[in-house]
């Protein structure tokens, strides 16, 4: 089973720019598509962005578009989230997710495997 840990979050200002990243030591993790989510304390976890094995395809939610950039680097098996212009409302635990051969979904139910995830905080 693929493992997944995300990094690189923690307390920045407001406007401030942040680079998540989502790692595996699993040898096919180009074979799968790997999502990012959020979730925010009282509210449901949401879809962000969605990059395909051999990064063929990517999509974004429509809040997303702009300030958020998916990538992937296959070679060093990671998937990174560049945020930029940093919000109070992004303050949220930001999760990697991932499927096996998957194509693009924004559905966290299409997404079997899961990281810990990482906190976000944005102060004003």
């Known amino acids: 089973q693929v493992q997944l840990v995300e990094s690189g979050g923690g307390l920045v200002q407001a406007g401030g720019s942040l680079k998540l990243s989502c790692s595996s030591s699993e040898r096919t993790f180009r074979q799968y598509g790997v999502g990012w989510f959020r979730q925010a304390p009282g509210k449901e976890r949401e879809f962000i962005a969605h990059?395909?094995?051999?990064?063929?395809?990517?999509g974004y939610a429509d809040f997303a578009k702009g300030r958020f950039t998916i990538s992937r680097d296959n070679r060093k098996n990671v998937v990174d989230l560049q945020i930029n212009n940093l919000k109070p409302e992004d303050t949220a635990v930001y999760y990697c997710?991932?499927?096996?051969?998957?194509?693009?979904?924004?559905?966290?139910?299409?997404?079997?495997?899961w990281g810990q995830g990482t906190q976000v905080t944005v102060s004003s």
């Open positions: 997710a991932a499927r096996q051969w998957g194509t693009y979904s924004p559905d966290k139910n299409d997404y079997p495997i």
């Open positions: 990059i395909t094995g051999p990064a063929t395809n990517k």
